[in-house]
């Protein structure tokens, strides 16, 4: 079986500080993988998405970089966190991208910014 | 404008009774996907519809692409039902999924 991981679970950062935000996918090989935000209250915002190692595709950057090192692997950051980045970050993958078939969603990260 | 249009956007049910969540949208969406989001802010999977009617114990969903809607009912409610229920959808040949702003459903004893 499949499953997703996030970490941190959550985190207070001050503005102007770095982050970085990782997921990681065990039990799929190749999976497609995205990042979202979620303002507090708000929907999810589609920010990146990819399909393989060392390619990122931006949707929305917010200010934000996106990386994927290993495939099993893909990092959210930033250099200098604006409190605009305050929110819950989801992770999700998807098994194939032909198909378009559907995502699955990590636990998610809660980011705090003062 | 917003491709999703969800509706609506909070619900209040009394334990055993039921209703409807709908989604419209403004383009030609592929597939649709419903999510419940409980408290802790996880998203769990509740339908992938590429087309037609799926069922899955008190919940069913249908999606008609063809007049650009989705529906999710809900039916013998029960206070784990509460959670914000998102649609998703994505069009012909994009990586984008796109949210529904959410429907807030309340159980109620």
């Known amino acids: 079986a499949q499953t997703i991981h996030q970490w941190p679970v959550a985190e207070i950062k001050a503005v102007g500080s770095p982050l970085s935000l990782g997921c990681t996918i065990k039990g799929k090989s190749s999976p497609n993988l995205y990042w979202y935000w979620q303002a507090t209250g708000g929907t999810l915002q589609q920010l990146f998405y990819?399909?393989?190692?060392?390619?990122v595709e931006s949707v929305v950057q917010l200010n934000l970089s996106a990386s994927r090192p290993k495939d099993d692997q893909f990092i959210l950051s930033t250099e200098k966190l604006l409190l605009s980045h305050s929110g819950f970050y989801l992770c999700?993958?998807?098994?194939?991208?032909?198909?378009?078939?559907?995502?699955?969603f990590g636990p998610g990260t809660r980011l705090l910014v003062l | 404008g917003d491709q999703v249009e969800q509706s609506p956007s909070a619900l209040s049910l009394h334990e055993g009774t039921g209703s409807a969540l709908r989604c419209n949208f403004t383009t030609t969406m592929r597939a649709v996907q419903w999510f419940q989001q409980n408290s802790r802010g996880s998203l769990i999977n509740l339908f992938y519809l590429a087309s037609g009617t799926k069922e899955n114990g008190r919940l069913k969903s249908t999606f008609n692409s063809k007049e650009s809607y989705s529906t999710l009912h809900i039916r013998d409610a029960q206070l784990e039902d509460s959670g914000t229920y998102f649609c998703?959808?994505?069009?012909?040949?994009?990586?984008?999924?796109?949210f529904g702003k959410g429907t807030q459903l309340i159980i109620q004893p």
């Open positions: 999700a993958w998807s098994p194939d991208r032909v198909r378009q078939d559907t995502q699955y």
């Open positions: 998703a959808a994505n069009t012909e040949g994009a990586d984008r999924l796109t």
């Open positions: 990819s399909i393989t190692v060392g390619q």
